[in-house]
């Protein structure tokens, strides 16, 4: 038995472009060794959304109602299907969710797991993952050992390559079991933006805006494009905006397309988070700033001055 | 309540990094604590100053670990284990987590609390997989710890806010940034932790089956596509082409 299981991701009871990735990277490598691809998504509607996965290689959408999200009674719904499928590799999101459940299942299956992977490939029919250490300073090649090999893979770091697989919708009977960690109540208050995680264009300011005032010139940016709005330290520890926001090591890992930072001067621990973004713009007044080093397109100017013009310019464009 | 944080060694950020074969070239390399794993020793600190009981750093790693627990005794640990690994893989969360939980296990801990992620492999694993295998519930990404007895309520991070959740020990913790404000050791803290006792616990002692991943390779970071700095003459200028290159030759807008 040779088949691939996918997690996916909804959100609003929208499907996240994640579920996508893992579906056409899972068909990948269920093509390579010879086995299906079973997506799981944790919904009662599994309907509304077997044929985008299908599209891109899904060979059987199974649905799971698990409930509202608690990471235990995910782990324990999605080792059930595990149990019953015995794929022989499980692609999990490593989103703020996936971290926390695919370690519980993780356990449960007795599977070595590589966490935050980037790349996936196959060789002598076992998948090798490559992921970023020490602050993406290194790249590093595993494989793993057990039976079921797992993994949690980052947003934005698979393409999705349309593909017909069979389809098939199944609802599965699996259920949340014993959850012992009860929810109380939520804030979500800044919840209707783009979230930065899966965001595929941020636009992030650094201490260059000078003051919170100034974080409409970004944020009007950052709408224009559908962005999400991102932070370099120096200005969450000013207090000029809630850490929530805030990229690099002790923020968040992103891996946007395009990554558009502001008056940011690029220290290592901001490159840590964003270093793998496809395509870095740069708009900082300092020449020499280490940002330069990573950007795709430079520019060297004020950001008072080309931010608003660049919105303006790309409203036109966008219309 | 017994209270077990932990501790690991990571390199410091800002340190240059030589990908050997199958590991780094750990020579010129500066460790420092996990900066999340300061918020996990600051926290069981504080739930001891408050309900009382001990808290017992523990850091699984080769000799160099000790110098970690050195300096969580110098903030105001009572007791300091080093699980000794010296061919350890330290990107397998699932041998690191069954080594620690057995190790938790023995002790009979109330409350474990760790980093919501170590800064060299940022796996957000380990943690929570002890919470699996001890069979305990978890809190990842904490804001605030409350504890009232055995009954728990924290508030913490998830995507586009905050959770309040209530649980009981004993139970897993990780630490986000925000959880509190890390200590500096006093001078005399820094003095009396030099003398202070290492348990030594080796992996076979705690009955760990192995590891489940294998190092293929390290390789360096793949080379960025080669940036350019734009030219123009004024903000507008800059704009348009700017807008130009991520539309027609990026295509990412
Ligand atoms: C343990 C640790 C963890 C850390 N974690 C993080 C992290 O997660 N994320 C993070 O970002 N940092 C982190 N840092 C901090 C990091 O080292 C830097 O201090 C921080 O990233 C600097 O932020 P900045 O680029 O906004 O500010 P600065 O370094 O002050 O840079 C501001 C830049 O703005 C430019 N500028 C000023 N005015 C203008 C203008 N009008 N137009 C255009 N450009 C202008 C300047 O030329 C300068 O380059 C961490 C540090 C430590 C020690």
């Known amino acids: 038995m040779a088949d691939v299981l996918v997690v996916g991701e909804l959100k609003n009871g929208e499907l996240k472009k994640i579920s996508k990735e893992l579906t056409s990277a899972g068909r990948k490598i269920a093509d390579a060794i010879g086995g299906k691809v079973h997506t799981v998504l944790i919904t009662d509607n599994v309907d509304a959304f077997a044929g985008d996965l299908k599209a891109v290689g899904a060979d059987a959408v199974i649905g799971a109602n698990l409930g509202e999200f608690s990471p235990e009674g995910y782990a324990n719904g999605i080792f059930a299907i595990i149990q019953e499928k015995k794929p022989a590799v499980v692609l999990m999101p490593h989103s703020a969710q996936g971290k926390e459940y695919s370690a519980r299942v993780a356990i449960k299956a007795n599977a070595g797991i590589v966490a935050d992977a980037v790349g996936l490939s196959v060789d002598g029919g076992k998948v090798v993952a490559k992921k970023p250490i020490y602050s993406g300073k290194a790249y590093a090649n595993f494989k793993v050992s057990s039976e079921i090999q797992m993994f949690t893979v980052r947003a934005n770091s698979q393409e999705v390559t349309p593909k017909d697989g069979a389809g098939a919708v199944e609802k599965s009977g699996a259920s949340a079991g014993e959850v012992r960690t009860k929810s109380i109540s939520k804030d979500l208050s800044g919840g209707n933006k783009v979230q930065l995680a899966d965001a595929s264009i941020i636009v992030s300011g650094g201490r260059g805006i000078k003051g919170p005032e100034n974080w409409p010139i970004i944020q009007d940016l950052a709408d224009t494009l559908g962005a999400a709005l991102g932070a370099s330290r120096a200005t969450v520890d000013a207090g000029w905006i809630s850490h929530s926001h805030q990229v690099g090591q002790t923020g968040k890992t992103v891996s946007p397309n395009c990554y558009i930072a502001c008056g940011i001067s690029g220290a290592i621990q901001h490159l840590a988070g964003m270093g793998s973004s496809k395509y870095i713009v740069a708009i900082n007044k300092d020449g020499d700033a280490p940002i330069f080093k990573v950007a795709t397109y430079g520019v060297v100017a004020d950001l008072f001055e080309v931010v608003p013009a660049l919105t303006s310019e790309f409203k036109k464009v966008l219309g | ?253």
């Open chain 2, 1 to 253: 309540m017994k209270i077990v944080v932990l501790v690991k060694q990571v390199p410091d950020t800002e340190t240059n990094i030589k990908v050997g074969d199958k590991s780094i070239n750990e020579a010129g390399v500066k460790w420092i604590i996990s900066p999340y794993d300061e918020f996990a020793i600051e926290e069981g600190i504080r739930i001891r100053e408050k309900s009382g009981g001990e808290v017992i750093a523990v850091s699984l790693g080769p000799d160099r670990a000790v110098e970690a627990l050195r300096t969580a005794y110098a903030m105001g640990v009572d007791r300091a284990i080093h699980v000794k690994v010296d061919d350890y893989v330290t990107f397998d969360s699932t041998y690191t987590s069954e080594l620690l939980a057995n190790l938790i296990k023995a002790e009979n801990a109330d409350v474990v609390i760790g980093g919501r992620q170590s800064i060299d492999t940022d796996s957000s694993q380990v943690v929570v997989q002890i919470a699996e295998r001890l069979n305990v519930p978890h809190v990842a990404m904490a804001l605030k710890l409350e504890f009232d007895g055995n009954k728990v309520t924290a508030t913490r991070e998830i995507e586009g806010g905050t959770e309040v959740v209530e649980t009981s020990a004993p139970l897993a913790v990780t630490a986000q940034k925000g959880l509190n404000e890390p200590r500096y050791p006093s001078l005399k803290g820094i003095m009396s932790a030099k003398k202070k006792p290492v348990d030594v616990k080796k992996p076979e002692e705690l009955g760990a089956t192995g590891s489940k991943l294998e190092v293929v390779s390290l390789e360096p970071p793949p080379p960025r596509i080669a940036g350019r700095k734009l030219e123009a003459a004024d903000a507008q200028g800059f704009a348009s082409q700017l807008v130009k290159a991520l539309r027609e030759e990026a295509k990412v807008i």
